[in-house]
């Protein structure tokens, strides 16, 4: 970015697109963790039975709104001042897209990963995804609220394949 001038109106723009930039990634995040909450819930049944144009419209949606981050973290970071802020925010986004990665890889029929496996990997990328909101202030849901809800989702997923067995 170019230097700012430190008059109201130049301070205005700049908060303004700090602001438009924390709800647009916010927004990617989110369309990003529900997506891959997708993938784990649409192959969890039998692999013979699994919807792969839904998977495959989920991966869509992750791999889309991951470019989309990756254009609007860089102008993110560039327009806050403190640059340990924004060191840290590229690296939590780093962190979301490896753990984002390790998530579509367990997910793969090949793999055979089990299912705690992918739970395992579904809660990598919430808590990275977590990370990164409340690094650039967007965090919504508080940490205990996220423990106790993938816990139930572990007893749901537990369940379902006491199910199917």
Do not use: C, H
């Amino acid at each position: 970015l170019p230097p700012l001038g430190k008059d109201p109106g130049s301070l205005e723009w700049k908060q303004n697109q700090i602001d438009m930039q924390r709800q647009n990634v916010s927004s990617q995040v989110t369309a990003i963790t529900a997506a891959a909450a997708q993938v784990v819930t649409l192959t969890s049944g039998d692999p013979a039975e699994t919807n792969y144009t839904a998977v495959g419209s989920a991966i869509t949606t992750i791999s889309s709104n991951m470019s989309e981050l990756a254009k609007g973290l860089p102008m993110l970071a560039a327009l806050l001042a403190d640059t340990n802020d924004s060191n840290k925010i590229l690296e939590a986004a780093r962190n979301l897209a490896n753990a984002t990665e390790g998530l579509l890889k367990s997910a793969l029929p090949e793999n055979q990963a089990s299912r705690q496996q992918l739970l395992g990997a579904l809660s990598e990328t919430g808590e990275r995804a977590g990370d990164l909101l409340g690094l650039i202030g967007e965090e919504e849901v508080d940490k205990q609220f996220q423990e106790d809800l993938l816990a139930l989702a572990r007893q749901v997923a537990a369940a379902t394949q006491e199910l199917v067995k």
